[in-house]
């Protein structure tokens, strides 16, 4: 488990190169910081376009990248 300042441990990272998108596995019940989450991604993946986050096997939010800006969406909320 990484100790990365996201605002929690990082349990697993994954990039997929082909549609530049990061996927990142945090702890059961854990949020990360957004800005500290896509400083850390952006600099490690200059060229991510989504960075999805998910403390379970679903997607809790997800951070897309839109004409230069970041933008985030809970989706955990909508699959309540």
Same mark, same amino acid.
């Given at each position: 488990?990484? *100790? %990365?300042?996201? /605002?929690?441990?990082?349990?697993? =990272? ?6 530049? %998108? ?13 800005? !500290?989450?896509? !400083?850390? %991604?952006? !600099? ?12 379970? !096997? ?9 004409? /230069? ?5 809970? %989706? *955990?909320?909508? =699959?309540?």
């Amino acid at each position: 488990m990484s *100790k %990365v300042n996201i /605002g929690c441990p990082i349990e697993r =990272l994954r990039y997929q190169y082909d549609d530049d %998108v990061c996927d990142i596995l945090v702890p059961h019940g854990a949020c990360v910081d957004m800005q !500290a989450t896509i !400083a850390y %991604v952006t !600099a490690r993946f200059p060229d991510v376009q989504e960075i999805i986050t998910r403390n379970s !096997a679903f997607p809790d939010t997800v951070y897309s990248k839109e004409n /230069g800006e970041w933008f985030a969406n809970d %989706v *955990k909320a909508e =699959l309540i």
